[in-house]
Protein backbone atom coordinates (compact mmCIF):
# COMPACT_ATOMS: atom_id res chain seq x y z
CA UNK A 1 0.00 0.00 0.00
CA UNK A 2 1.03 3.52 -0.80
CA UNK A 3 4.22 2.34 -2.93
CA UNK A 4 4.70 4.13 -6.31
CA UNK A 5 5.02 1.49 -9.08
CA UNK A 6 8.29 0.99 -10.52
CA UNK A 7 7.87 0.61 -14.36
CA UNK A 8 4.17 1.28 -14.73
CA UNK A 9 4.54 3.96 -16.94
CA UNK A 10 0.79 4.36 -18.62
CA UNK A 11 -0.74 1.72 -16.79
CA UNK A 12 -0.93 4.04 -13.99
CA UNK A 13 -3.98 6.18 -15.37
CA UNK A 14 -2.09 8.91 -13.63
CA UNK A 15 -2.48 7.63 -10.17
CA UNK A 16 0.78 8.04 -7.53
CA UNK A 17 -0.30 4.53 -5.63
CA UNK A 18 -0.64 0.93 -6.81
CA UNK A 19 -2.94 0.85 -3.23
CA UNK A 20 -4.84 4.19 -1.72
CA UNK A 21 -6.51 2.61 1.95
CA UNK A 22 -9.95 4.03 1.65
CA UNK A 23 -9.92 4.75 -2.42
CA UNK A 24 -10.52 2.55 -4.45
CA UNK A 25 -10.86 4.96 -6.98
CA UNK A 26 -6.87 6.45 -6.77
CA UNK A 27 -5.72 3.05 -6.54
CA UNK A 28 -3.76 1.57 -9.48
CA UNK A 29 -4.60 -1.76 -8.88
CA UNK A 30 -8.50 -0.83 -9.51
CA UNK A 31 -7.94 1.15 -12.71
CA UNK A 32 -5.64 -2.24 -14.16
CA UNK A 33 -8.21 -4.32 -13.32
CA UNK A 34 -11.26 -2.13 -15.01
CA UNK A 35 -8.81 -2.01 -17.88
CA UNK A 36 -9.13 -4.28 -21.48
CA UNK A 37 -6.18 -2.13 -22.83
CA UNK A 38 -3.36 -4.63 -23.67
CA UNK A 39 -0.70 -2.28 -22.14
CA UNK A 40 -2.79 -1.62 -18.93
CA UNK A 41 -5.09 -4.54 -18.23
CA UNK A 42 -4.47 -6.95 -15.33
CA UNK A 43 -4.58 -9.85 -14.78
CA UNK A 44 -3.73 -10.51 -18.78
CA UNK A 45 -6.44 -13.52 -18.25
CA UNK A 46 -8.60 -12.92 -21.38
CA UNK A 47 -8.44 -10.09 -24.56
CA UNK A 48 -12.28 -8.42 -23.32
CA UNK A 49 -13.22 -9.50 -20.14
CA UNK A 50 -13.77 -7.86 -17.25
CA UNK A 51 -14.78 -9.47 -13.91
CA UNK A 52 -17.16 -7.32 -12.26
CA UNK A 53 -17.56 -8.80 -9.26
CA UNK A 54 -14.41 -9.69 -8.40
CA UNK A 55 -13.38 -5.66 -9.23
CA UNK A 56 -16.05 -4.59 -6.59
CA UNK A 57 -14.64 -7.14 -3.53
CA UNK A 58 -11.05 -5.37 -4.29
CA UNK A 59 -12.84 -2.19 -4.14
CA UNK A 60 -14.86 -2.50 -0.82
CA UNK A 61 -11.42 -4.13 0.45
CA UNK A 62 -9.53 -0.98 -0.43
CA UNK A 63 -12.73 1.14 0.43
CA UNK A 64 -12.34 -0.53 3.69
CA UNK A 65 -8.73 0.24 4.82
CA UNK A 66 -7.89 3.09 7.32
CA UNK A 67 -5.30 5.47 6.82
CA UNK A 68 -4.14 7.16 3.68
CA UNK A 69 -0.83 7.98 1.57
CA UNK A 70 -0.15 11.19 2.95
CA UNK A 71 3.02 11.24 4.40
CA UNK A 72 4.49 13.44 7.04
Known amino acids: ????PIAAGPATGDNEYDIVPGDADSSILV???ESVAPAIKMPELSKS???SEGIELVREWI???PGDCETE
Open 49 to 51: LVH
Open 1 to 4: MCKS
Open 63 to 65: DSL
Open 31 to 33: YRM
